[in-house]
């Protein structure tokens, strides 16, 4: 069982930054590919990154390459998403996820959630 918890999130002005974390419990943290989605009012939820258990392997959202960088510190069981030149429209709930196995870009895929945190992007 892993618990994830989501922190970092909240207002910021277009062209600004924001670090997300997500802290997890459990002792094999590095066994896991984490993964960052998020979710806008009226949407469904989407893929924005992914890191693979040992963090040689990332993936990006086509929407999101270039601004953002995920990355992990197995030894502190975190996961961060660096983001930086935001815009209106990356305004969202922002969730981590976990997976064993290697890194996917599709939420079915993950087995555990947190519980989310807002990122407010505004014009």
């Known amino acids: 069982q892993v618990q994830l918890v989501e922190s970092g999130g909240g207002l910021v002005q277009a062209g600004g930054s924001l670090r997300l974390s997500c802290a997890a419990s459990g002792r094999t943290f590095s066994s896991y590919a984490m993964g960052w989605f998020r979710q806008a009012p009226g949407k469904e939820r989407e893929f924005v990154a992914v890191i693979s258990g040992r963090g040689g392997s990332t993936l990006y959202a086509d929407s999101v390459k270039g601004r953002f960088t995920i990355s992990r510190d197995n030894a502190k069981n975190t996961v961060y998403l660096q983001m930086n030149s935001l815009k209106p429209e990356d305004t969202a709930v922002y969730y981590c996820?976990?997976?064993?196995?290697?890194?996917?870009?599709?939420?079915?895929?993950?087995?555990?959630w947190g519980q989310g945190t807002q990122v407010t992007v505004s014009s």
């Open positions: 996820a976990a997976r064993q196995g290697p890194p996917r870009g599709v939420s079915y895929e993950y087995n555990y």
